[in-house]
């Protein structure tokens, strides 16, 4: 697996990560650092993280609990779901953290980039070489090195929103959409 991951990284676009990515990347850490690591060892935290990993879900917590992570902007009146998996978590308790940012400057107040948050939970990691380890795997799973690019893309986070997805909340399932309909892309407001 780790041989797949390095060839996945040295076969990745050597112009590094787009903007969308660098954006999710930034929600997904903000979470794993503000809402994650607090409750859990570093371990289970870094363990927790599994949407790099391919899961439909960004976290899945040891207590069964799930968390889906998205980062859209500051106004933004929509969030965009990709699949009909990722909100669906079966009978686990899923919640979706919205994480509301706005484009700035590197060095503007609250600013922050994905190498600066890499470093803060690389600090916060230091004690257990295996969550370490296990942290930089997963930036490995979803492409992100060392890039001139990614240090110029910098979000101001505004505002966490964390919403229950229950049977009441507006989603799209496998088992909700029509037979023959394998799969969806859809915005919710």
Same mark, same amino acid.
């Given at each position: 697996?780790?041989?797949?991951?390095?060839?996945?990284? &040295?076969?990745? %676009?050597?112009?590094? &990560?787009?903007?969308? =990515? #660098?954006?999710?990347?930034?929600?997904?850490?903000? *979470?794993?650092?503000?809402?994650?690591? /607090?409750?859990?060892?570093?371990?289970?935290?870094?363990? =927790?993280?599994?949407?790099?990993?391919?899961?439909?879900?960004?976290?899945?917590? /040891?207590?069964?609990?799930?968390?889906?992570?998205?980062?859209?902007?500051? %106004?933004?009146?929509?969030?965009?779901?990709?699949?009909?998996?990722? #909100?669906? =978590?079966?009978? %686990?308790?899923? *919640?979706?953290?919205?994480?509301?940012?706005?484009?700035?400057?590197?060095?503007?107040?609250?600013?922050? $980039?994905? /190498?600066?948050? =890499?470093?803060?939970?690389?600090?916060? #990691?230091?004690? !257990?070489? +295996?969550?370490?380890?296990?942290? %930089? +795997?997963? &930036?490995?799973?979803?492409?992100?090195?060392?890039?001139?690019?990614? !240090?110029?893309?910098?979000?101001?986070?505004?505002?966490?929103?964390?919403?229950?997805?229950?049977?009441?909340?507006?989603?799209? $399932?496998?088992?909700?959409?029509?037979?023959? *309909?394998?799969?969806?892309?859809?915005?919710?407001?």
């Amino acid at each position: 697996g780790r041989i797949d991951r390095w060839r996945n990284l &040295l076969e990745r %676009d050597a112009a590094g &990560l787009g903007e969308s =990515a #660098l954006r999710g990347l930034i929600g997904e850490m903000q *979470v794993l650092e503000a809402e994650v690591l /607090p409750a859990l060892t570093p371990r289970e935290a870094v363990t =927790a993280w599994t949407g790099p990993h391919g899961s439909p879900q960004d976290f899945l917590l /040891p207590s069964g609990r799930r968390i889906e992570v998205k980062t859209i902007g500051r %106004d933004a009146r929509t969030v965009r779901v990709n699949g009909l998996a990722q #909100l669906d =978590a079966g009978t %686990d308790p899923l *919640v979706l953290i919205v994480v509301r940012a706005e484009t700035t400057g590197i060095t503007a107040p609250g600013a922050v $980039t994905v /190498p600066l948050l =890499a470093s803060r939970l690389r600090a916060s #990691l230091a004690q !257990d070489p +295996d969550a370490s380890a296990a942290f %930089d +795997d997963a &930036l490995a799973c979803v492409g992100w090195h060392e890039h001139p690019s990614h !240090d110029g893309f910098a979000l101001r986070p505004i505002a966490f929103e964390v919403l229950d997805v229950d049977v009441h909340f507006p989603r799209l $399932t496998r088992a909700s959409v029509p037979g023959g *309909v394998e799969d969806a892309d859809y915005s919710i407001v």
